[in-house]
C-alpha cells in the first residue's frame, strides 16, 4: 500500500513539473516558437532584444517584451520556460490596509 502510494505521489509530481526547462537567453527561434502560445510574434522580439542585452529575470522580460504579461509568464513558465534558471512566480497580492 505504502508502495502504491508512493508512486501515485511521484506521478503527480511530475505532472506538476516540466520534464525539462527551456532557458530563455539561450533558446534558439525554433525552441521558443514549440511553446504553446510562442510565435514568430513574440518569438522575434524575444531574440532581438535578448541580442541587446540577456534578460535579468521575469520582470525584465515583461518588461521588454509587449504581450509577455503575468498570465503569459505564468503559461510559459509551466512548460517549462525560465530566465536565468527561474520559474515565474506571481507576486502576492497586496495585503489589504486595515479599517
Do not use: C
Not at 525552441?31 to 540577456?54: C, F
Request: glycine share 10%; charged share 20%.
Amino acid at each position: 500500500m505504502r508502495r502504491a502510494l508512493a508512486t501515485l505521489l511521484l506521478g503527480v509530481v511530475a505532472l506538476a513539473v516540466p520534464a525539462w526547462a527551456l532557458e530563455v537567453n539561450q533558446a534558439s527561434a525554433a525552441e521558443l516558437d514549440g511553446l504553446r502560445g510562442v510565435g514568430p510574434g513574440l518569438s522575434t522580439p524575444m531574440l532581438q532584444e535578448r541580442a541587446k542585452a540577456p534578460f535579468r529575470d521575469w520582470a525584465d522580460l515583461m518588461a521588454r517584451i509587449k504581450g509577455i504579461g503575468p498570465g503569459n509568464a505564468a503559461r510559459f513558465s509551466a512548460q517549462g520556460l525560465r530566465v536565468n534558471g527561474q520559474a515565474y512566480e506571481r507576486p502576492a497580492p497586496p495585503a489589504s490596509a486595515p479599517h
